[in-house]
């Protein structure tokens, strides 16, 4: 029993932990008036901190059960990780949409508009809007579920490497 509740406490206090940092990383962009920019380091941040905040609490459930660890144990804690960050991001960004910034999504759909006549200069203004028409019951679900499916995919991977590597049943 101690085991699986050292198994949660682990799950909510690191998954917590990659979702506040997250939380701040996109607290400072929105600051800086950069929000609706992706780029390649903002990523790189993003997939070290989940590395770093996976595979740390399975290092510590091992050191804990007496350098026991199943691959479960260490899907649980990569997944669960994954879930609780995915969860707290989606409510700051339902809050951030609704409250912070109300014109968020209108501001995404303005920039993938722009980008999309980037790169086909032929689009019509008539293409443009009618793509963004359709985009704009769109944007915040399509946020959401990449959320989740990302923090899943990826809490999944890392989960089932450091599994296989510090596997000791």
Do not use: C
Not at 70 to 91: C, D, N, P, R
Not at 154 to 165: N, Q, R
């Amino acid at each position: 029993m101690e085991n699986k509740q050292s198994l949660k406490s682990l799950i909510l206090l690191y998954g917590t932990i990659l979702a506040v940092i997250t939380i701040l990383i996109s607290v400072v962009k929105y600051v800086l008036g950069n929000h609706l920019e992706r780029n390649a380091w903002e990523s790189m941040i993003g997939i070290a901190l989940m590395i770093i905040l996976i595979v740390q609490p399975i290092r510590l459930l091992k050191k804990g059960n007496n350098g026991l660890l199943s691959i479960s144990q260490a899907l649980k804690i990569g997944l669960g990780v994954a879930v609780i960050s995915g969860i707290l991001s989606i409510f700051y960004f339902v809050l951030f949409a609704n409250f912070i910034e109300p014109n968020f999504a209108n501001d995404v759909l303005d920039a993938q508009m722009s980008e999309a006549l980037k790169q086909n200069p032929n689009l019509s203004t008539a293409e443009l809007e009618k793509g963004k028409e359709l985009g704009k019951g769109l944007v915040m679900p399509m946020l959401y579920g990449g959320i989740i499916i990302v923090n899943l995919f990826l809490g999944f991977i890392i989960s089932l490497i450091t599994g296989l590597a510090l596997k000791k049943e």
